[in-house]
């Protein structure tokens, strides 16, 4: 339905089902962030409360009006509200986009109020649709000034540790993975088939095989290797497709060189990928594995050189 095809009692049992909607919303955030986010997670507790309170008002003034049966209608029964992801129910949390997400709830519910506000007659009615305008835009303040009391410089830094954290396990740590894997496993195949060939186009199909092929594997592979729950590593669908993606993203880089006609033009311009490739593989290594960059430069390169050497032995024999 229209929100426009709502009248008085409708518009508070709507309001009703979406303060109890955010109550649990917030419930669960608190929930969710509490072992990482402690201090946020008591925000978003005090938020929840003070939803619950709102919807305790709507229940009264509805009871006073219209009796004591509240229809069902919820914000997928009317045109015009957004669909919010679920993702208080995504383990773990991350907490700018928590933050975001009640943001955009809040502003939602007020406009909400504000058009219900336009289309109400009733005294009573309109009072408390202005006490609740005025509390939803209270809410984002409520929230920064309970962050400015909880949020201590070093509780702000443990968030941000813990984010970090999360965002390394969830993305980096496959990616890496991943483009490790794709970089130079792929190596060897590529440039033996370009030795032993001396034919761009055949090497370029060798490459993209090899490529594509490894990103399935390392995809499936990654996601089947753990649910994510304990180690908190979060959806492994993801992590795989992640992995996936960078592998073939790692093997395709000096893999498209061989579109190059030309035999040692393209060779010369793919070697010179391998060699960018394993310097950002080092430097990734260095920014997020907590690794000293030389140390993670002889080991990333000299283990691509080795198996790059491989690969133009056989390619040679």
């Known amino acids: 339905m229209r929100f426009s095809d709502l009248d008085q009692r409708g518009i508070l049992a709507l309001a009703i089902s979406l303060e109890e909607e955010h109550g649990r919303i917030y419930s669960d955030y608190a929930a969710g962030l509490a072992a990482d ?11 929840g409360e003070e939803e619950n309170e709102h919807r305790r008002w709507l229940i009264d003034l509805f009871r006073r009006k219209f009796g004591d ?15 919010h992801d679920p993702i208080w129910m995504i383990r773990p949390l991350g907490i700018d986009k928590v933050r975001r997400q009640a943001e955009q709830i809040e502003r939602e519910t007020r406009n909400f109020y504000q058009s219900a506000l336009a289309r109400a007659s009733d005294a009573e009615i309109r009072k408390l649709l202005g006490d609740l305008i005025a ?6 303040g409520i929230a920064q000034e309970i962050a400015a009391l909880e949020l201590t410089d070093a509780e702000r830094e443990r968030e941000d540790q813990a984010s970090r954290r999360s965002f390394v396990l969830q993305y980096v740590q496959p990616g890496l993975t991943g483009l490790i894997d794709g970089s130079i496993s792929t190596l060897a195949p590529i440039f033996a088939a370009a030795f032993a060939t001396h034919n761009t ?23 089947l290797s753990d649910d994510g729950q304990i180690s908190g590593r979060g959806n492994p669908w993801l992590r795989g497709s992640v992995t996936g993606v ?11 060189p061989y579109l190059i006609p030309d035999f040692w033009t393209a060779t010369t ?8 490739e394993l310097w950002i593989i080092a430097g990734i290594r260095s920014r997020f594995s907590e690794t000293r960059f030389l140390r ?22």
Not at 70 to 75: A, G, H, K, N, S
Not at 246 to 256: S, V
Request: a negative charge; charged letters at 10%; hydrophobic letters at 60%.
């Open 37 to 47: 986010y402690p201090a946020s997670a008591k925000i978003f507790r005090e938020l």
């Open 69 to 83: 049966h509240i229809p069902l209608i919820r914000r997928q029964d009317v045109a015009g509200f957004v669909r």
């Open 135 to 140: 509390a939803e835009d209270n809410h984002i």
């Open 201 to 223: 186009w055949q090497t370029f199909l060798v490459g993209l095989a090899a490529s594509v092929g490894a990103g399935i594997s390392m995809a499936f592979a990654e996601a």
């Open 246 to 256: 960078m592998t073939a993203l790692g093997g395709l880089g000096h893999t498209l």
């Open 269 to 276: 311009i793919a070697v010179c990928v391998v060699f960018v």
């Open 296 to 317: 993670a430069s002889f080991e990333v390169v000299v283990g691509g050189l080795i198996v790059f050497a491989v690969g133009i032995l056989i390619g040679s024999a």
